[in-house]
């Protein structure tokens, strides 16, 4: 079978897939067939009727553009359908299970949303004069509270505006500590079950990466790493639970040995939805840690909204954390900024973001925190881990569970490609899942199980919804090992069959196909 540029059946091909679904459209039912953008309009028509041009001087010192830029011409109503046609190809956590670990894709309260939208704080600018949004600052504080209450830290930054900016923010105040006091460390140790955004941060900071192996039952190898601290180890960055789904018991160990060698203790903290409410990071001697607000307080992310991660901070790196924040004097909130940090924040190591923050998400958050409670939370987490041990108990007789033996898991269980037939993979199972009409699960994370499987149900899924998941994960599995040439083909019934992701990364149609841009 033939494919055109886009890896989609062309209409006459159709036939070869499947005779019984041919259509002539390409349509499905109501399930309709969508053209790029590029292939419905054509340059040459426009939606709208503007007056022409008058002549005036260009001032743009001869850097017009010469050739069209080949943007479609569609109407209003042509451009609403595509949009609104692939939305409705869009899948996901309103529309059901999304099971990626160490995503916490949990559902989204819309009292949320509806605090998010109310106009003193959507509609606010951050340039406005202090007096005037007085309101936003008090979110920001109490938020802020919350996390530190939370998590047992003196010290949060607000600012960071994802889990990964997070982690630069936590290693730029690692690196401006030690530089404090005149020592050049150059080293920073990640265990070899890290997520790809630990050595990337470390290394971004201009520090050298080194792995720490993981033991046989998934945990950080306490003695491998105290054997590697030293004079040239600024630190280690701790995924705490871990991203195998284990808690790692000897976290307070390994602060102790870390500082007793002079160096810091940064904790991935994108998986506190495990244990929030449960366990304190401050009391693990941890000196900072990001919070995915998006993940753990359920805002949403992915496709769905930007993300949030502020960083709490132990005494120790405190003083370094960056500016700006929002501080309270009487009943008045203010901005510790640049012109007035020299009073008491002098050794700041600066600023990583034009403003505060992602507003949107401080509210979302905070009112996710309000309406639950601190009972509310901790019994997220405790649901958590509940749902997420359900699943690793009822698959753990079809699939390898390689930490099982380890014992309860946290709020993800893992699983391998084991005993899969020849010439089958995670990705096959992946597919065949997406027929069964449920978002695949993260794949081959963590690098250290051979055709990783990580499946997080998070506390927001029914015992319905996680029960009819593992029956058509149990059926695809069968499938997977017996060999099964339909699975190899699958998905069978989604808008499209197996794609060129290659291709569909290095070489994106992103240009109509007939403008001069396009070559
Ligand atoms: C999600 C995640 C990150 C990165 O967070 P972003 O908000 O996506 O930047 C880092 N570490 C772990 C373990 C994560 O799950």
Same mark, same amino acid.
């Given at each position: ?65 010469? !050739? ?90 607000? =600012? ?15 690196? =401006? ?30 520090y050298k990466v080194e792995d720490i192996p993981a ?92 993300g949030s991660g502020p960083v709490v901070f132990s ?20 901005? !510790? ?9 002098a050794s700041s190591f600066g600023r990583m973001v ?39 108990? =009822?698959?753990?007789? !079809? ?62 899924? =029914? ?57």
């Amino acid at each position: 079978m033939s494919m055109n540029s886009q890896g989609r059946p062309t209409r006459s091909e159709g036939a070869e897939m499947n005779a019984a679904q041919e259509t002539f459209t390409g349509n499905r039912a109501l399930i309709l067939e969508e053209k790029l953008i590029f292939e419905s309009g054509s340059i040459d028509r426009t939606g709208i009727d503007l007056p022409a041009a008058p002549d005036a001087p260009s001032k743009l010192g001869g850097l017009e553009r010469t !050739v069209d830029i080949g943007l479609p011409g569609l109407s209003e109503s042509e451009t609403v359908r595509h949009y609104t046609r692939l939305s409705r190809q869009n899948y996901g956590i309103d529309l059901g299970f999304f099971p990626l670990g160490s995503c916490t894709m949990k559902h989204n309260p819309r009292l949320n949303e509806k605090m998010a939208r109310l106009p003193g704080f959507a509609d606010i600018h951050p340039l406005q004069p202090q007096q005037t949004v007085q309101g936003a600052y008090r979110v920001i504080d109490e938020l802020a509270d919350w996390l530190k209450t939370l998590t047992g830290m003196p010290a949060v930054a607000m =600012s960071p505006k994802a889990g990964a900016h997070g982690e630069l923010c936590g290693v730029l105040a690692i690196r =401006s500590a030690l530089e404090a006091r005149g020592d050049a460390r150059e080293v920073i140790l990640v265990p070899e079950s890290a997520h790809g955004t630990n050595p990337a941060t470390a290394a971004f900071a201009g520090y050298k990466v080194e792995d720490i192996p993981a033991t046989k039952e998934g945990r950080v190898d306490l003695d491998a790493l105290v054997a590697r601290l030293g004079p040239d180890v600024a630190g280690v960055m701790i995924t705490n639970p871990n991203t195998c789904g284990l808690f790692e018991r000897d976290m307070k160990k390994i602060s102790d040995a870390v500082h007793a060698a002079g160096g810091f203790v940064y904790c991935d903290g994108a998986n506190f939805n495990a244990i929030v409410g449960k366990v304190r990071p401050g009391d693990l001697g941890i000196d900072a840690m990001h919070i995915n607000l998006h993940k753990t307080f359920s805002t949403p992310h992915g496709g769905g909204g930007p993300g949030s991660g502020p960083v709490v901070f132990s005494q120790a790196l405190a003083p370094y954390a960056p500016l700006p924040f929002v501080e309270k004097q009487g009943e008045e909130y203010r901005l !510790v900024e640049e012109e007035n940090a020299e009073e008491h924040h002098a050794s700041s190591f600066g600023r990583m973001v034009a403003f505060h923050g992602q507003m949107g998400m401080f509210t979302r958050a905070l009112t996710y925190m309000l309406s639950h409670g601190a009972d509310g939370l901790k019994q997220v987490s405790e649901d958590a881990v509940l749902n997420a041990n359900y699943i690793l108990r =009822s698959l753990e007789d !079809v699939l390898d569970a390689p930490f099982a033996p380890s014992g309860p898991c946290m709020h993800e269980a893992l699983f391998s490609d084991k005993g899969f037939a020849d010439g089958f993979s995670t990705l096959d199972l992946a597919k065949g899942l997406i027929d069964e009409g449920f978002h695949p699960m993260t794949m081959y994370f963590p690098l250290v199980v051979h055709g990783a499987m990580l499946i997080e149900p998070t506390e927001t899924e =029914s015992k319905d919804a996680i029960d009819e998941f593992v029956g058509a994960l149990r059926h695809v599995v069968s499938a997977a090992k017996a060999g099964d040439a339909n699975l190899k083909a699958a998905p069978h019934h989604a808008p499209r069959r197996r794609l060129d992701e290659t291709m569909a990364a290095r070489k994106p149609v992103l240009v109509y196909k007939d403008s001069e841009a396009a070559t």
